[in-house]
């Protein structure tokens, strides 16, 4: 009986071994900050002027073109773009190269942004203004800002073009019509009740594009006002892993039920 443990000394010989563990990690552990940003895109109010144009305002597609930006933002090639315009993104691509010398360049450059890309976490809701949540974690807070303030500045650069390519378009699709009509309007000669109705058409398809280009001023307006950003990123104070707290509480939580595991195993031996 002299060589059985006692069973509160076993626990807090395991729960000490295994508190001292996890000190240790958390005193080693590569820290992680988290750094986040929020934008909200509100959806259009303006009513729509010309007829038979491109329909941005709608609630759905409103929702569509935020899902599409979410995709979007994510491609390869976005991040591609990155690596050109950040500093710290070439020196942490040099890094990666070193580690990965072994890798040609178009497979080691699109390992290294599907690395960084594993860092990013974007959420959306959609809804009457698109919101987008960006946050990064990363060792070095800075370059976590960095990546962040990109992705916020490639979302409003592409809901600009995208505000303004719908309705470029149709213009360019009516200039095209008017033109045709023209020379219609030319050809028709002596019959006139079919140059009547050219001319009908072509003073349709003038009104239209002139609301149209009456719209594309007002948007041009407004647009400057639907772009809100909610939450600017910042560096944070302190670092969000290891947890102290969580890592304690898991290592006291292992040492207790290691410990008890350990003494009902000897008891078990030495009644056999």
């Known amino acids: 009986m002299r060589n059985k443990i006692p069973w509160l000394k076993a626990i807090l010989i395991f729960t000490i071994g295994f ?29 729509p002027i010309a007829a038979d144009t491109p329909e941005p305002r709608n609630r759905w597609v409103w929702i ?14 976005i991040f591609s773009d990155f690596i050109d315009e ?12 070193l580690k990965y010398s072994m890798l040609k360049s178009d497979d080691l450059k699109v390992n290294f942004i599907h690395h960084v890309k594993k860092e990013i976490n974007l959420m959306y809701t959609g809804g009457d203004s698109n919101t987008f949540i960006f946050t990064v974690r990363d060792s070095n807070p800075i370059f976590a800002k960095e990546l962040v303030n990109m992705l916020i500045s490639n979302l409003q650069k592409m809901f600009e073009d995208m505000l303004y ?35 009908h058409q072509l003073a349709s398809l003038e009104d239209a594009y002139g ?8 948007q041009n307006v ?28 898991f290592s006291t939580t292992l040492g ?11 008891s078990g031996e030495r009644e056999e």
Not at 211 to 218: A, D, F, R, T, Y
Request: hydrophobic share 40%; proline share 4%; glycine share 4%.
């Open 19 to 47: 508190v001292f563990i996890g000190v240790t990690y958390c005193f080693f552990a590569r820290p992680l900050y988290e750094v986040s940003g929020t934008v909200t895109i509100i959806r259009p109010s303006l009513p």
């Open 64 to 77: 569509r073109d935020g899902l599409s930006f979410k995709e979007i933002l994510l491609q390869d090639n």
């Open 86 to 97: 950040s500093e710290t993104l070439q020196k942490r691509y040099k890094k990666f190269a």
């Open 165 to 199: 390519a719908r309705n470029e378009e149709y213009l360019q699709v009516l200039e095209r019509k008017m033109k045709s009509l023209e020379l219609q309007n030319n050809n028709a000669g002596s019959d006139g009740l079919s140059a009547t109705l050219v001319s």
């Open 211 to 218: 609301k149209l280009s009456v719209e594309n001023i007002l």
């Open 222 to 249: 407004q647009s400057k006002k639907l772009v809100k950003i909610i939450s600017h990123p910042n560096i944070p104070l302190f670092a969000v892993w290891p947890r102290w707290d969580l890592v304690l509480l």
């Open 256 to 266: 207790v039920f290691s410990g008890s595991l350990f003494h009902n195993l000897r």
